[in-house]
C-alpha cells in the first residue's frame, strides 16, 4: 500500500499538466496513464495554443482561455529549462482564413463580439488577401482574408507531453503505466485499484479522457462525453516559409507541414477517410497553392474529447470531497491554467478556480 | 549512427554517387549501400541546411531522401541498388522553391 496527496488517473495533456503541477508545489502525486491501446488524444493533435473564436458565447471559456494563453510563454520558458526539451513554442499570432466573402463577413461580426465581450481583453485584426500576402506571400489569389489575434501561438505537442511527462518525474512525480479497475472512498480516504496495485491517496483527479464517463461514477460525478475526430495530413520537410500558426495549416519547427482540420461523427473510429483527406488537401492548396507540389507522408485521425456545448468539463465531487473530474479538448492551450491555477487551487484544498465553476456537470441535467 | 557489423558479401554492382563510382553488394537498398561505402550525408536539412541522413531504415522517416537517376526525394531505403544508378545527394535548393 502506497499513500499520496493526490492521484490523477490519466497521463495525457490534462491529466500531465495537473500533476506536473501538483509536484511543482510539493505535493506527493502519482500519475496512472494507461497503454499505447488506449485512445490518446494527446498523441494526436495539431499543436494550437488558440485563442480566437473561443468562447463567442461564453465569456468565461473566453477569459479562461486568454489567462492560459498569456502563461504560455513563462510556461514554456520554466518547462525547457527544467527538462531541456525544445517545445518549439512560438506566440507571434496566429491567422484564421476565410476562404470567401461570406466567411470573412461572418468572422468580422464573431470576432468583434469576442472584443466586446473581452472588455479591452482581446484584440484582432482583420486582414484580406492583399494584406495577407505581405505577411505570407504564397498565399493563394482566392483566399479572401484572415482573422488575426495576437494571441495565438502554436508548439510541439509531442515535446510538451513529454516534457510534462521528465518535469513531472523530476519533481519526485510517479508516473505509472496501468489501467484502474477501480476507486472506492471510504472514511477521507480514496483505495484506487489497478490489475497489481492498490493505492491510496485524499484526493483523486480523473484525467482519463473517455474512461472519465465510467470512473466519474465511482466518485459520485459524471461525465457525459463523446468523440469527434480530426484528421491531420502532414506533408514532407520543407523550408520555412509559414512562422505564424494558423487554424488549417502549420509548419513545424521542423519544416513538415501539419493540416487540419475535420470533424467527424464517427464514434471512436482513430483512422483517416479518404474524402476527408481530399477535403482537407484541397483546402490547403486553395490556402496555398503551392502545397500541390509538396508530398504528403503520414495522415492520422484522432478524437477530441468533447461535451454538448463544446466547453470543458471541470467538477468536483460533492459526495466524495477531493474528487475532480477534468476534460477539455483544449490541452495545449489550457496547458498552463491546468499546472498553475487548478493544481494550485487542489493543492492547496480549495476546491477548483472561481472562474471555472461554471463548467460543471450541472449544466447537462435537465 | 549506424555502424557496419562486416563487409556485405554476395553479387555485386557498381553504382555512382555524386560522381564517384562505388562497387555495393547487389542486395542492398540504396541507403545500406551508401552508408556500408561510408556516405553519412545523403541530404541536406531543409531548415537548417545541415546533414541528414537515414534514420529509420524502414520507409517512415524520410530522412534518407536522395536523388536518384535525375528523380528527386526518392526514399532510399526502400529501392534497391541497380547496375549503373546514377545516385546524388538531395541539397534543398534542387528542388524547393516552392514557386
Not at chain 1, 457525459?224 to 509548419?251: A, D, M, N, Y
Not at chain 2, 536539412?45 to 520507409?59: K, Q
Request: one cysteine or more; proline letters at 3%.
Amino acid at each position: 500500500m502506497h499513500n499520496f496527496d493526490s492521484i490523477v488517473v490519466g497521463g495525457g495533456l490534462i491529466g500531465s499538466a495537473v500533476s506536473y503541477g501538483l509536484a511543482r508545489l510539493g505535493q506527493k502525486v502519482l500519475m496512472l496513464d494507461e497503454s499505447d491501446n488506449s485512445i490518446r488524444a494527446a498523441r494526436g493533435n495539431f499543436g494550437l495554443i488558440w485563442v480566437q473564436g473561443k468562447g463567442v458565447n461564453h465569456s468565461n471559456y473566453a477569459d479562461w482561455t486568454r489567462q492560459s494563453a498569456r502563461q504560455w510563454s513563462d510556461f514554456s520558458k520554466e518547462l525547457s529549462e527544467l527538462t531541456n526539451i525544445d517545445l518549439a513554442f512560438e506566440q507571434s499570432g496566429g491567422f484564421d482564413f476565410c476562404l470567401n466573402e461570406k466567411e470573412l463577413g461572418k468572422r468580422k461580426t464573431m470576432m468583434e463580439k469576442m472584443a466586446v465581450n473581452s472588455v479591452g481583453e482581446f484584440n484582432f485584426e482583420m486582414l484580406n488577401n492583399s494584406e495577407l500576402k505581405q505577411i505570407m506571400p504564397k498565399i493563394g489569389p482566392s483566399v479572401a482574408g484572415a482573422s488575426f489575434s495576437q494571441l495565438d501561438g502554436h508548439v510541439n505537442p509531442l515535446n510538451l507531453l513529454k516534457a510534462l511527462h521528465k518535469g513531472f518525474i523530476h519533481l519526485s512525480g510517479i508516473l505509472t503505466s496501468s489501467a484502474v479497475i477501480g476507486i472506492q472512498h471510504h472514511q477521507g480516504v480514496f483505495q484506487v485499484r489497478t490489475k497489481n496495485s492498490n493505492y491510496t491517496s485524499d484526493k483523486v483527479i480523473l484525467a482519463a479522457g473517455f474512461s472519465n464517463k465510467l470512473l466519474a461514477t465511482k466518485v459520485g460525478l459524471q461525465a457525459p462525453l463523446h468523440p469527434q475526430r480530426g484528421e491531420i495530413l502532414v506533408s514532407e520537410k520543407i523550408p520555412p516559409f509559414l512562422i505564424h500558426p494558423t487554424g488549417l495549416v502549420r509548419q513545424t519547427k521542423d519544416g513538415g507541414v501539419l493540416l487540419g482540420d475535420s470533424h467527424e461523427d464517427v464514434g471512436f473510429d482513430e483512422g483517416v477517410n479518404i474524402n476527408e483527406m481530399q477535403k482537407i488537401a484541397k483546402r490547403a492548396i486553395q490556402i496555398f497553392p503551392f502545397l500541390q507540389s509538396v508530398k504528403m507522408v503520414r495522415a492520422w485521425g484522432s478524437l477530441r474529447i468533447l461535451t454538448n456545448d463544446g466547453l470543458p468539463l471541470y467538477d468536483q465531487s460533492k459526495t466524495c470531497p477531493g474528487a475532480f473530474a477534468l476534460s477539455s479538448h483544449s490541452g495545449v492551450t489550457l496547458a498552463p491554467v491546468h499546472a498553475l491555477d487548478i493544481a494550485g487551487r487542489i493543492a492547496k484544498n480549495s476546491g477548483l478556480p472561481p472562474i471555472v465553476e461554471c463548467f460543471n456537470s450541472d449544466r447537462f441535467d435537465v | 549512427m549506424f555502424k557496419s557489423i562486416g563487409k556485405s558479401r554476395g553479387e555485386s554492382v557498381t553504382i555512382v554517387f555524386e560522381g564517384r563510382s562505388l562497387v555495393v553488394a547487389k542486395k542492398l537498398n540504396v541507403a545500406a549501400a551508401l552508408l556500408e561505402s561510408g556516405v553519412t550525408s545523403f541530404r541536406q536539412g531543409e531548415v537548417n541546411l545541415n546533414n541528414r541522413g537515414p534514420y529509420c531504415m524502414m520507409g517512415v522517416c524520410f530522412d534518407c531522401l536522395i536523388t536518384i537517376d535525375g528523380l528527386e526525394k526518392q526514399q532510399s531505403c526502400l529501392i534497391q541498388v541497380r547496375e549503373g544508378m546514377i545516385i546524388s545527394r538531395q541539397n534543398v535548393n534542387v528542388s524547393d522553391d516552392n514557386e
